[in-house]
């Protein structure tokens, strides 16, 4: 490739200009490092970010991968062409009518010569000749202008043959220029190794950054996406509970407006007939003949009893209307709870790492229980197994993971058989292994969920609360907060539903622990990461 052609490969489209530390985007074109951070910085504020050489768009910020081989042909081009200049540049002395470049330089004459004057140039060993250089003064002696021919060791200084004879430099150990230049550059050739392999360690550094802060900004990206997908689906469960509660309560106060008007209606008719009776009255009093009064019939006969059972009844539903609530609230107040455990999913944190895949430990699995050969499903039998009593097994029906949890947020859900008497919990290693007060929530190294059918409870140190509500699902989960100390249940329902959180001071690994009288429990699936809900 000519030098013209290899010149314009080497141009950076921004800066016109040699590459300068070159770095290359995922479309393959390179830039300068500065000039596309100066463009990217640009694209910015539009929040679109493209190629400036062949315009395609990236949805983020594109990361930087710097084009070590560019780099250093760029580097080699540049040192190249700054020699090239230089030697171009060099003209011979005696040519003064045109200049004509010169091919050689005597250290002597001090002067440039091209070839025709250097045909007739002395050839005396005084006259040392060399590469055509501008700087002819600088190889000759400034005090003795005699031509340096030596090395002085000692005080590392180039010296011409009368300074090694003058006080300075006299008894020194010195050499010849070729042998010294030769020293140092085979010095010069292990610095350069050196810097070479911390160069690459640098640039392997580099490299390990660069690929570190794509995957956090992979990771963010995605992190921005769930929460985004989260927060458009709490406003929708928001949304749609507003909209129940609303529609709820108008209703009510439709229904109750008709009620209250039909009553209002038949008050308002009890009003007039009552008022038309006192008039009656009224005027009986007014009157002065004593016959007519005393034909007219008693006060208890001007009330229908038709009336006064009537009066019953809509006293009843008045007094029935007074003694109660104007509006059901159990809706309203099962919508705010709904939206407490909302909110209280979000203050207490959303992403949580998860466990790797939980599996049951078979060597501590009692003999009257089968683990499945994927090692997630627990299942009662009354024929035993013959597995080898040891020290870490245990006696009565229960088995728990091969391992614990030490820190951090976790999840764990269960499926069971339909009808079955189990517990599901977790549990300090060291619990004990021989006697009743081994089985899950019997003991103070272990919190668990007891479900006796339909009927639930939770239990730890053999003390038992019963839940207020049945669980008719199969489904449980478990969730674990190390830190905060916090161990809790819930039914995994639609929506899931809060069963009971235990609190306590966690100080060894907890461990998944399943116990089974009555049909079976299966772990399902792997672990993943979670977000409380309540």
Not at 159 to 175: D, N, Y
Not at 322 to 335: E, K, P, Q
Not at 360 to 376: H, M, P, R, Y
Not at 380 to 400: G, I, L, S
Request: charged letters at 30%; aromatic letters at 6%; one cysteine or more.
């Amino acid at each position: 490739m000519a030098s013209a052609d290899l010149r314009d490969e080497l141009l950076c489209s921004i800066c016109l200009s040699t590459y300068t530390d070159p770095v290359m985007l995922r479309c393959g074109h390179n830039f300068c490092r500065v000039c596309i951070d100066r463009a990217l910085d640009t694209q910015d504020e539009s929040g679109v970010y493209s190629c400036p050489e062949c315009r395609e768009e990236f949805p983020e910020r594109p990361a930087l991968m710097r084009n070590i081989n560019l780099h250093n042909v760029a580097e080699r081009f540049l040192i190249t062409q700054q020699e090239q200049e230089e030697i171009t540049e060099i003209y011979c002395t005696n040519c003064v009518d045109s200049p004509v470049p010169a091919v050689r330089s005597c250290l002597h004459c001090e002067a440039s010569l091209c070839d025709k004057h250097l045909r007739s140039h002395s050839k005396s060993p005084e006259h040392v000749l060399s590469d055509p250089s501008t700087s002819l003064e600088k190889r000759k002696c400034s005090v003795h202008k005699k031509i340096l021919e030596y090395y002085c060791t000692e005080d590392a200084a180039c010296i011409c043959v009368s300074c090694s004879l003058v006080r300075e430099h006299r008894g020194q150990r010195v050499e010849m220029l070729d042998e010294a230049s030769e020293k140092k550059k085979k010095k010069l050739r292990n610095d350069l190794q050196k810097l070479t392999s911390k160069r690459e360690e640098t640039e392997e550094r580099v490299r390990s950054l660069e690929e570190r802060r794509r995957k956090s900004q992979e990771k963010a990206a995605g992190e921005a996406e769930r929460v985004t997908a989260l927060c458009t689906d709490i406003r929708r469960r928001v949304d749609d509970l507003e909209k129940k509660v609303l529609s709820e309560i108008s209703r009510q106060e439709k229904e109750e407006s008709l009620s209250l008007s039909a009553l209002i209606h038949q008050l308002e008719i009890k009003k007039d007939e009552l008022s038309r009776k006192m008039r009656h009255i009224e005027e009986l009093c007014n009157m002065t003949d004593p016959l007519t009064v005393l034909q007219e019939p008693d006060i208890g006969d001007l009330c229908d009893p038709e009336e006064e059972e009537g009066d019953e009844d809509t006293g009843g539903h008045d007094k029935q209307l007074h003694d109660g609530d104007d509006l059901d609230v159990a809706v309203i107040s099962h919508t705010l709870h709904t939206l407490c455990e909302v909110i209280s999913g979000i203050r207490s944190g959303i992403y949580m790492e998860g466990p790797a895949d939980i599996l049951l430990d078979v060597n501590t699995a009692a003999n009257n229980l089968l683990i499945s050969d994927d090692l997630k499903t627990a299942t009662w039998t009354r024929e035993k197994q013959k597995r080898p009593e040891t020290a870490e097994r245990f006696q009565y029906n229960q088995v728990m993971s091969r391992r614990g949890f030490t820190s951090g947020r976790h999840y764990w859900d269960v499926e069971s058989s339909r009808s079955g008497n189990w517990r599901v919990g977790m549990c300090y290693p060291i619990i004990d292994r021989r006697r009743r007060q081994s089985v899950i929530g019997n003991n103070n190294k272990s919190w668990g969920l007891w479900r006796n059918y339909n009927q639930c409870s939770v239990i730890h140190d053999s003390k038992e609360i019963w839940l207020p509500d049945k669980i008719p699902s199969d489904r449980v989960r478990i969730c674990l907060d190390y830190e905060a100390g916090q161990l809790s249940f819930y039914e995994l329902c639609d929506p899931i539903r809060h069963l009971y959180t235990f609190t306590s001071t966690f100080s060894e690994p907890l461990h998944a622990a399943l116990c089974v009288w009555e049909g079976s429990i299966k772990i399902l699936g792997k672990s993943r990461n979670w977000k409380k809900t309540s």
